[in-house]
């Protein structure tokens, strides 16, 4: 009679382990496909921070320049022709930005 081998107990193991490994690599395979999606999906609504605008009084004794502002049509806005001179920071009259922070004179407000 032939003897038939049978596999040993290491041999057991490894393709168990083996077995294991490639399951789990098709669950975070599957898992990884499901975040992308989600991730394209949720692009388009905008974040809830971007979505709530601050509330902003105009012409307070600090003023943050917005999109758009020159230094003069602050300066008309808000009737304080001396922005440059209670500004040290402003190096260039012409270099403005939004969100640059300034100061006003609040005497002089219209």
Known sequence: ???????????????AAAAAADTASWYCAVLLVALILLGLFNQERPSSAAAVPVPRRSCDEIYVVEEGE?????SDKCGDPYIVERNPHIHDPDDVFPGLVIRLSPSTQS
């Open 1 to 15: 009679m032939a003897r038939v081998q049978r596999p040993s107990r290491a041999a057991g193991a490894a393709a």
């Open 70 to 74: 020159t230094l003069h049509t602050i």
